[in-house]
Structures are given as structure tokens and as C-alpha cells.
């Protein structure tokens, strides 16, 4: 039996998805690599991926077409090897895998072919990993400090509300009326917490509870303010509301909420956090 003919696969991969794999220089220099080394290359191997090179290589496409689809003998093409990882350590992983498999990996702008008995390219491969990782520090360290000058700037970052939501936002607000909280609402569609708040909060969806206004530096470690606390009936219960009675008796003999939380064994707090909560439904302008 004839041996088999090595297949040539491609891996391309772009960090969002904001970026479009085709539209940049990848294809075409790779097009122009695998021309100038008489390889031949069929569009159906090639893969593409719009993910981050930080996530494990493992839980990327990249692993389903090393381990399952290249076979001793295959060669892998890639337009730069920090498109396989912009971790060292995992570069070197990958490539030292594609040896012990004689998979023969091409990187086309370092002009590199690894395979498993080349000693100059493996030493190159520990160099171009190195600065392959250095290279994603010094982006990350740059876009850092320019979102850094925009904040002091007074720039807003991010995309605007309006863009992202608003289509959304009659499902919002039915969410609302059947009294779904923010935190379910937010995990549900898949958003942060604080840009769901901001959004609801900027087009009075939701009021603002009574005790966000409440100056919480009145309640220190050492406070023994003796105001009594008023049991209303509410909605949601308080592990604290059968003990309400021994709180204000604690509190009347000049008891700091410290000590009665220690006493208790309760999280000073979360019994803080009750006891304003309690004295906002009594006074609304209590400061």
C-alpha cells in the first residue's frame, strides 16, 4: 500500500469577534507561504476561530484539529505562532505536542518549520514563545493606560445603553412588573449586574431603595446610638426578625452593634445592614 499523502491544515484566529478573520492578513499570507513551499492546501482544512489566545488551548478548536484530525506526517500552517498561544509555557506545550506526533508545524512570518529532529527550530521556538508573550503584555499594559487616560478624561466607557438594550427593553420591564430582581433579570440575558442597573435606573424602571440614602458612617463599629428599631412587616424576612426584640433591648443598654453581633455569632455586617434598613422604614430622612 502506497503511503498516505500528508494533508495540509491551516489555523487561523483572531482575539474578538470584533475581528473578522478573513477581512485581515492571515489568508493571504498564508495563501503566499504554503504557494512558495508547493504545498497544497483545500478551503475545507482550514479552520478559523474568533477567541482569545489566553483561554486553554484545549477548550479551542485548535486541540479538536491537532489530537483529532492530524495524523503523523500532517503539516499545520499558521501565519505567526502567537496565533497557537500568547502564553510561552502553552506555546511550547503545543508545539512539543505536534513533535512527539510528527505533526511538522509552519509558521509563516517567522519563516519557521518545526518538526521533531530539528534542533535550530526548536531553540527558536523557545525565543519566539518568549517574545510572543511579551508582546501581549505590552498591548495589555498599553490599552491599560490609554483606558486609564480616557477615565480621567471624564470619557465614558463601553458601549451605549441605548444600542445594546433597548430592544430589549419591553422584556425588561415585563421582567420588572412580575417581579423579577436585577441579579436573576441580569443573569438570565447574559449582562453584568451594574450595566442592567444603570440602564433601568437612567429611565426610572426601578426607584432607588430608601436605604442606599442613608449615611452608613453613622453606624461604626463603635456606634451606640440607642434609637429604638421599629418592626414593619415587609415582603422579604430577616433571619434578624425574631430577634428584634433582644436587638433593641441590647441597643437601649448602650450595646454597640459589634458586640451584639459577637454575642450572637451573627456577620457584624449583614446585622448592620438589617438594623439601617429598619431605622430607613421608620425615618426616610434619617442621615
Same mark, same amino acid.
Given at each position: 500500500?502506497?503511503?498516505?499523502?500528508?494533508?495540509?491544515?491551516?489555523?487561523?484566529?483572531?482575539?474578538?469577534?470584533?475581528?473578522?478573520?478573513?477581512?485581515?492578513?492571515?489568508?493571504?499570507?498564508?495563501?503566499?507561504?504554503?504557494?512558495?513551499?508547493?504545498?497544497?492546501?483545500?478551503?475545507?482544512?482550514?479552520?478559523?476561530?474568533?477567541?482569545?489566545? /489566553?483561554?486553554?488551548? $484545549?477548550?479551542?478548536? *485548535?486541540?479538536? +484539529?491537532? %489530537?483529532?484530525?492530524?495524523?503523523?506526517?500532517?503539516? =499545520?500552517?499558521?501565519?505567526?505562532?502567537?496565533?497557537?498561544?500568547?502564553?510561552?509555557?502553552?506555546?511550547?506545550?503545543?508545539?512539543?505536542?505536534?513533535?512527539?506526533?510528527?505533526?511538522?508545524?509552519?509558521?509563516?512570518?517567522?519563516?519557521?518549520?518545526?518538526?521533531?529532529?530539528?534542533?535550530?527550530?526548536?531553540?527558536?521556538?523557545?525565543?519566539?514563545?518568549?517574545?510572543?508573550?511579551?508582546?501581549?503584555?505590552?498591548?495589555?499594559?498599553?490599552?491599560?493606560?490609554?483606558?486609564?487616560?480616557?477615565?480621567?478624561?471624564?470619557?465614558?466607557?463601553?458601549?451605549?445603553?441605548?444600542?445594546?438594550?433597548?430592544?430589549?427593553?419591553?422584556?425588561?420591564? /415585563?421582567?420588572?412588573? $412580575?417581579?423579577?430582581? *436585577?441579579?436573576? +433579570?441580569? %443573569?438570565?440575558?447574559?449582562?453584568?449586574?451594574?450595566? =442592567?442597573?444603570?440602564?433601568?435606573?437612567?429611565?426610572?424602571?426601578?426607584?432607588?431603595?430608601?436605604?442606599?440614602?442613608?449615611?452608613?458612617?453613622?453606624?461604626?463599629?463603635?456606634?451606640?446610638?440607642?434609637?429604638?428599631?421599629?418592626?414593619?412587616?415587609?415582603?422579604?424576612?430577616?433571619?434578624?426578625?425574631?430577634?428584634?426584640?433582644?436587638?433593641?433591648?441590647?441597643?437601649?443598654?448602650?450595646?454597640?452593634?459589634?458586640?451584639?453581633?459577637?454575642?450572637?455569632?451573627?456577620?457584624?455586617?449583614?446585622?448592620?445592614?438589617?438594623?439601617?434598613?429598619?431605622?430607613?422604614?421608620?425615618?426616610?430622612?434619617?442621615?
Amino acid at each position: 500500500m502506497p503511503p498516505r499523502e500528508s494533508i495540509v491544515y491551516v489555523y487561523m484566529r483572531t482575539s474578538t469577534t470584533m475581528q473578522d478573520v478573513e477581512s485581515g492578513s492571515q489568508l493571504p499570507d498564508i495563501k503566499r507561504y504554503v504557494e512558495y513551499k508547493n504545498l497544497i492546501l483545500h478551503e475545507k482544512n482550514v479552520v478559523r476561530e474568533q477567541l482569545s489566545g /489566553s483561554i486553554d488551548w $484545549k477548550k479551542r478548536k *485548535l486541540f479538536d +484539529l491537532i %489530537t483529532n484530525k492530524c495524523v503523523p506526517g500532517d503539516i =499545520l500552517v499558521v501565519s505567526e505562532l502567537s496565533r497557537l498561544s500568547r502564553n510561552s509555557s502553552e506555546l511550547v506545550s503545543i508545539i512539543d505536542y505536534c513533535k512527539k506526533n510528527e505533526i511538522i508545524l509552519h509558521a509563516c512570518k517567522e519563516n519557521l518549520t518545526i518538526s521533531k529532529d530539528d534542533m535550530t527550530s526548536n531553540i527558536l521556538t523557545h525565543v519566539y514563545a518568549m517574545i510572543a508573550q511579551t508582546e501581549k503584555q505590552f498591548t495589555q499594559a498599553r490599552v491599560r493606560a490609554s483606558l486609564e487616560t480616557k477615565r480621567q478624561n471624564g470619557i465614558k466607557l463601553g458601549p451605549p445603553l441605548s444600542s445594546v438594550l433597548d430592544e430589549k427593553r419591553t422584556y425588561i420591564q /415585563s421582567e420588572l412588573d $412580575k417581579g423579577t430582581n *436585577l441579579t436573576k +433579570l441580569s %443573569t438570565s440575558m447574559d449582562i453584568s449586574y451594574s450595566m =442592567l442597573y444603570k440602564y433601568c435606573r437612567a429611565r426610572d424602571m426601578i426607584k432607588l431603595k430608601e436605604d442606599r440614602k442613608i449615611n452608613y458612617q453613622k453606624l461604626s463599629r463603635d456606634d451606640s446610638e440607642v434609637e429604638k428599631i421599629e418592626f414593619l412587616e415587609t415582603t422579604k424576612k430577616s433571619k434578624f426578625d425574631p430577634y428584634i426584640e433582644d436587638i433593641n433591648e441590647m441597643l437601649y443598654r448602650k450595646k454597640s452593634i459589634k458586640e451584639i453581633a459577637d454575642k450572637y455569632g451573627w456577620n457584624y455586617s449583614a446585622l448592620s445592614s438589617y438594623i439601617i434598613r429598619r431605622r430607613s422604614q421608620k425615618h426616610e430622612d434619617y442621615n
